[in-house]
């Protein structure tokens, strides 16, 4: 399933169980929301998974990409931080890279807390969370971009399907 060679998807809703094969790399994320759930903190993020990346078919020199609109929700959040740093020119969000750590303090460790950090290249999160559900709204197209418009998207969304669409 790695987002490098993955043809279809297997499922609509992937976890931090399949944290290996996944790659967020070059992911644009459309909205961040936070909420709370039956007490629980969730950070929620829109935005379109590259699914795989195209090589060249000559004579053109350019990758195409199978992107699909997601929601990634992290669980149980804790000890948010983060910067943002948009220029003039750039008010676009794309993910470099997500990393789990296991904490440093024994009673996070035992509250089966992980700490997760999004690299983005004009942004970065940190934060403490249980875990993560990342929800496919639609299966993926093949595109020239990196990120879909917002009509092939269906515009900003934050909603949870656990199946893909007829």
């Given at each position: 399933m790695n987002a490098q060679d993955h043809d279809a998807l297997d499922g609509a809703v992937w976890t931090d169980a399949d944290f290996e094969q996944m790659?967020?790399?070059d992911a644009t994320v459309h909205a961040i929301a936070f909420r709370e759930s039956d007490d629980v903190g969730e950070l929620l993020l829109d935005l379109d998974y590259i699914v795989r990346w195209?090589?060249?078919?000559?004579?053109?020199?350019?990758?195409?990409?199978?992107?699909?609109?997601?929601?990634?929700?992290?669980?149980?959040?804790?000890?948010?931080?983060?910067?943002?740093a948009l220029y003039a020119k750039r008010t676009i969000l794309e993910v470099d890279g997500i990393e789990r750590h296991e904490p440093e303090d024994?009673?996070?460790?035992?509250?089966?807390?992980?700490?997760?950090?999004?690299?983005g290249h004009?942004?970065?999160?940190?934060?403490?969370?249980?875990?993560?559900?990342?929800?496919?709204?639609?299966?993926?197209?093949?595109?020239?971009?990196?990120?879909?418009?917002?009509?092939?998207?269906?515009?900003?969304?934050?909603?949870?399907?656990?199946?893909?669409?007829?």
């Open positions: 790659g967020w790399h195209i090589d060249p078919q000559p004579p053109s020199e350019y990758f195409r990409f199978l992107v699909a609109p997601a929601t990634l929700v992290f669980e149980n959040v804790w000890s948010l931080e983060g910067d943002l024994e009673r996070q460790r035992a509250a089966h807390m992980t700490l997760w950090v999004i690299d004009e942004f970065g999160l940190r934060f403490l969370a249980t875990g993560f559900r990342q929800h496919f709204r639609a299966r993926p197209i093949e595109v020239e971009s990196q990120r879909l418009s917002a009509e092939q998207r269906g515009g900003f969304s934050f909603e949870q399907p656990t199946a893909f669409p007829g």
